[in-house]
């Protein structure tokens, strides 16, 4: 008499898959060297590969729709009209992660930013900046080891990641930096000039 499978077979079947799944990603995060090794959905649900702004000084903010900071949209869209032509990119990544500040669909959320700040900047799909579904872009942004002066957690909404024409991170200002401060401003012109 032939016997299938014991259950506990399928069992250590799933926990190696699982097993190679987590090791995979957690390799693909390490691998990573800058932010343009990495494609995220547009708000709209299209792949975008980070790629295509090699040779830009990109701005990445963690937005949400119902936050005291923001009104910091206002800000980002007027730095974004300001520095585009010399090169900034500004690219938003609205994320639920912090009291359920973005409740929206992404819809929702594109109709909110348009209508109230007028926002012309890329803005993508919602996504985890932090916790253990943490989209493996911000892993790459928050990681100490990989990048020691800007890495540690995401503390809070509008956190801003400043990265120069050769994809790597130079800078990071805390949700209550404005987003036009002088300290951002000279940090991006600095970056533009490089």
Do not use: H
Not at 116 to 145: C, E, H, R, W
């Amino acid at each position: 008499m032939e016997s299938g499978p014991s259950p506990n077979a399928s069992k250590i079947e799933m926990t190696g898959k699982l097993l190679f799944s987590a090791a995979f990603a957690a390799f693909s995060t390490f691998a990573a060297s800058n932010i343009y090794d990495f494609t995220l959905n547009s708000i709209t649900g299209q792949p975008v590969p980070l790629a295509q702004y090699k040779g830009k000084v990109v701005m990445l903010v963690n937005v949400a729709s119902k936050c005291g900071y923001t009104p910091q949209y206002k800000g980002l869209e007027a730095l974004y009209k300001k520095y585009e032509a010399k090169g900034l990119v500004i690219l938003g990544f609205p994320a639920n992660n912090f009291m359920s500040q973005e409740p929206g669909t992404n819809a929702e959320i594109q109709t909110f930013c348009s209508r109230t700040y007028n926002v012309t900047f890329p803005m993508f799909s919602k996504i985890s900046v932090k916790g253990d579904d943490q989209a493996p872009l911000y892993q790459f942004l928050t990681d100490k080891k990989a990048n020691p002066a800007t890495g540690g957690e995401i503390g809070w909404n509008f956190t801003k990641f400043l990265v120069d024409r050769n994809g790597k991170i130079v800078a990071r200002f805390d949700s209550k930096v404005e987003p036009e401060s002088e300290e951002v401003t000279k940090a991006i012109e600095a970056a533009l000039q490089q």
